[in-house]
C-alpha cells in the first residue's frame, strides 16, 4: 500500500516570498504519477501541478514548481513570488501507475499574509 | 479544462432521511468516477470506485448500502445516503477521470451534507 505524508500541518509566507511545502511518500511501484491539489476556502479542488515518475525533469508551472527527488521519495512544491491568492489547504497525492485511485497526504494549511 | 458538475452544493436534511448527490461531467465521458468524503481540517477519504455499467467498489469500512453509488452513465454518477444520520454529516466530493486515463483527474465543487 502507498503511504504519502506531508509533516508540516501549517506554513506561512509572506507576499511575494518563497515558500516550500515538504511531501514524501513511500511505495514499491516503478511507475507512478505525483500531484499537488490546492483547495481554497471554496473547497474546490484545483489541480497545481502534476509529475510522472519516469520523467527525471522536475514540473514547472509558472510560480509553481517540484523538486522530485525519486531515490528518496521526496516531492516538495516550492511556490515562488507567493500571492494571497495562493492561501489554502494543500495536498500531495499519489497515484499508482497500475492502480485508479489517489491516496492524498494530510495537507499543508498555506496562509499567505501582507 | 473539462468540468465536472456536482450538485447540490450544500443540503440539510432530517435524520432518517436520504439524499442524493449528483456527479456530472460536463465535456467528456467518464468510464470512472470517485467519491470522497472530507471531515473540517482533514484530508480526503476515498469511499467509493464507480465504473460506468458495473457495481461500485468501496473502500474498506464503507458500507455499501448506506452509500448506494449508481454510474448508469458515461457522465453521470449519484451518491445517495440513505437513512442520513448526523454522523453522516460531511463534505462529500467527486471526481471523474477523463477517458480511462486516470491521471487525468476532475474535481466536482462538493456537496455539503447537514444532518440535523
Known amino acids: 500500500a502507498q503511504t504519502v505524508t506531508q509533516s508540516q500541518p501549517e506554513m506561512s509566507v509572506q507576499e511575494a516570498e518563497t515558500v516550500t511545502l515538504s511531501c514524501t511518500y513511500d511505495?514499491?511501484?516503478?511507475?507512478?504519477?505525483l500531484f499537488w491539489y490546492k483547495q481554497p476556502p471554496s473547497r474546490q479542488m484545483i489541480l497545481v501541478i502534476r509529475?510522472?515518475?519516469?520523467?527525471?525533469q522536475n514540473a514547472t508551472e509558472n510560480r509553481f514548481s517540484v523538486n522530485f527527488q525519486k531515490a528518496a521519495k521526496s516531492f516538495s512544491l516550492k511556490i515562488s513570488d507567493s500571492q494571497l491568492g495562493d492561501t489554502a489547504m494543500y495536498f500531495c497525492?499519489?497515484?499508482?501507475?497500475?492502480?485508479?485511485?489517489?491516496?492524498f497526504g494530510t495537507g499543508t494549511r498555506l496562509q499567505v499574509t501582507l | 479544462g473539462a468540468v465536472v458538475s456536482q450538485h447540490p452544493s450544500r443540503v440539510i436534511c432530517k435524520s432518517g432521511t436520504s439524499v442524493k448527490i449528483e456527479c456530472r461531467s460536463l465535456?467528456?465521458?467518464?468510464?470512472?468516477m470517485f467519491w470522497y468524503r472530507q471531515f473540517p481540517k482533514q484530508s480526503l477519504m476515498l469511499m467509493a470506485t464507480?465504473?460506468?455499467?458495473?457495481?461500485?467498489?468501496?473502500e474498506q469500512g464503507v458500507e455499501k448500502d448506506k452509500f448506494l453509488i449508481n454510474h448508469a452513465s458515461l457522465t453521470l454518477s449519484t451518491l445517495t445516503v440513505t437513512s442520513a444520520h448526523p454522523e453522516d454529516s460531511s463534505f462529500y466530493i467527486c471526481?471523474?477521470?477523463?477517458?480511462?486515463?486516470?491521471?487525468?483527474?476532475?474535481f466536482g465543487s462538493g456537496t455539503q451534507l447537514s444532518v440535523l
Open positions: 465535456d467528456f465521458q467518464a468510464t470512472t
Open positions: 511505495t514499491s511501484e516503478s511507475n507512478y504519477y
Open positions: 471526481s471523474a477521470s477523463m477517458g480511462g486515463v486516470n491521471e487525468k483527474l476532475f
Open positions: 509529475q510522472e515518475a519516469y520523467k527525471q
Open positions: 497525492a499519489f497515484l499508482a501507475g497500475t492502480a485508479s485511485k489517489l491516496t
Open positions: 464507480s465504473n460506468e455499467g458495473s457495481k461500485a467498489t468501496y
